[in-house]
């Protein structure tokens, strides 16, 4: 691979020479750029970006930092946020911490090293970000959270407005006439998920409707939690007739539950999720779903990191992308559920 002293010999010019006409520091005159560009053509030439990022302090990547790659969720955040880094000249890192705080600390550590302009994170469990990443912060570096908020964040984020996406999903299922409704939700110690209970709840409570004692279940973002808790539900006495999955993997667990227990969906209990993933349209009933849209998620994040750097003394902002209830085929109304099992 060639370096900047064989440019320079290959062009019959400085090595100084070189660096300018590299790094744009001193106005070069055209007939010695010319020669200088045609030398890094001929050689393939490529730049140490760690190298000019120890020069200026910072190169031109971006870290991020995401909880489970294996999340259909996550890839259209970290696509997003790709596009936007490569069409404004930086390059994305990606990291995974398996939802795993110590690991994403390891990740944020190890990335000082790298000396990126940004770092982009979806924060673990139990996240702590406000004071693990000021030291990105004090070295110039702008830190966005996406998705979640953690404990004490002050700094610039991008959320959705998932309190009133679970709001309108709730008030949806109470306008076809359910008055037993269970939400199944995340980590209560995620925003994310206190904020949809919270949509939840108001959407009852508006309604003047009481939440029966277990109706409410915590778990993992994953099917399996979700498969575990809705099987609690579907043997309660009286069953729920609806309930709300806090992400579309919850849910995926649920309808497998509710096969399981020889129960119909939504013949015999109605099922909405949060996300609105591209897998929903494809299972059988196709499932209703809170729309978010990961991939704009991921490109504000950048966005708004790449905002940071160009105006660092702005107050932080906090983005609310807004969400879509998508009604499929795994809603009905409880009565037209009664009429449809007379009628098998």
Not at 41 to 66: E, F, H, V
Not at 111 to 119: N, R, V
Not at 143 to 170: H, K, L, M, Q, Y
Request: charged share 20%; net charge positive; aromatic share 6%.
């Amino acid at each position: 691979m060639a370096n900047m002293k064989q440019i320079a010999q290959l062009a019959g010019v400085s090595l100084g020479t070189v660096s300018h006409v590299l790094n744009g520091t001193v106005k070069v005159r055209e007939p010695l750029r010319k020669r200088v560009l045609d030398a890094v053509q001929a050689t393939s030439y490529q730049p140490s970006q760690l190298a000019r990022g120890l020069r200026k302090d910072k190169t031109n990547i971006l870290a991020m930092i995401i909880p489970d790659i294996l999340n259909p969720f996550f890839p259209g955040v970290v696509r997003g946020a790709e596009d936007v880094a490569f069409a404004k000249g930086y390059r994305l890192v990606l990291c995974n911490t398996d939802n795993n705080h110590e690991k994403e600390m390891a990740h944020v550590k190890a990335l000082q090293a790298y000396l990126p302009s940004g770092l982009i994170v979806i924060p673990s469990d139990f996240s702590e970000l406000a004071a693990e990443t000021d030291t990105f912060r004090k070295a110039g570096s702008a830190v966005v959270c996406v998705d979640r908020r953690p404990r004490n964040w002050e700094g610039d984020s991008v959320t959705i407005n998932n309190a009133g996406g679970a709001f309108d999903a709730a008030s949806y299922l109470i306008g076809l006439g359910h008055r037993r409704l269970a939400a199944i939700t995340g980590p209560l110690h995620l925003t994310n998920s206190q904020d949809r209970l919270n949509g939840f709840k108001r959407a009852l409570r508006q309604a003047g409707l009481e939440i029966p004692a277990g109706y409410l279940q915590e778990t993992t973002f994953d099917r399996a939690g979700g498969y575990a808790k809705a099987r609690i539900l579907l043997r309660m006495v009286p069953r729920p007739t609806a309930i709300l999955a806090c992400n579309d993997m919850i849910a995926l667990g649920a309808l497998m539950a509710i096969r399981e227990e020889r129960l119909r969906c939504p013949e015999d209990i109605s099922l909405i999720g949060f996300d609105g993933l591209d897998l929903t349209e494809i299972t059988s009933p196709q499932l209703s779903s809170v729309y978010q849209s990961p991939y704009q998620l991921g490109a504000e994040a950048v966005q708004l990191a790449l905002d940071r750097l160009e105006h660092r003394s702005v107050p932080p902002r906090r983005v609310v992308l807004k969400t879509e209830l998508k009604i499929r085929e795994s809603v009905a109304p409880p009565a037209q559920a009664q009429k449809m099992r007379g009628t098998a």
